[in-house]
């Protein structure tokens, strides 16, 4: 019998917990928890019941890691973007079709890919490719 887990966690390592907290905060408006164990630090943020994310001191390897990818509620994908304009930030990949619906990729301050995708209401094109 396959062993479901009881949580997901992504972890990411970072060189600044403060500045990866606020970005995340700004973006999506998460909220962290800060940890201090005896010899890490990091913060932690709940998505859901069972999937979280941590962030704790060390080298980033963007590239070497899953895109976490967040789904935005309603049409928010465009007011996302402005607000990463407004940042002074760049998209790494642009708005375009996804399987049904949109996505875009941006990084974070670390380097780290993150996805964001937003549903539409009809199948996109390239869901028959």
């Known amino acids: 019998m396959p062993l479901r887990p009881a949580e997901t966690c992504l972890t990411f390592q970072v060189r600044d917990l403060d500045r990866t907290e606020a970005f995340y ?23 859901s019941a069972d999937f979280s994310m ?7 390897c ?8 967040f789904t935005l509620s309603g049409k928010q994908m465009h007011a996302v973007i402005d607000e990463l304009e407004q940042q002074g930030r760049q998209l790494l990949d ?6 049904y619906g949109f ?17 539409t209401a009809l199948p996109s094109p390239l869901a028959k490719l």
């Open 25 to 47: 905060r700004a973006l999506f408006g998460l909220t962290f928890e800060r940890h201090q164990t005896a010899n890490q630090s990091f913060v932690f943020t709940r998505l």
């Open 94 to 99: 642009p708005v375009s079709p996804a399987p």
């Open 62 to 69: 963007p590239g070497n890691h899953p895109i976490p990818t």
């Open 54 to 60: 941590s962030f704790i001191l060390g080298e980033p």
């Open 103 to 119: 996505g875009a990729v941006l990084v974070d301050p670390d380097g780290y890919r993150i996805g964001l995708y937003q549903l």
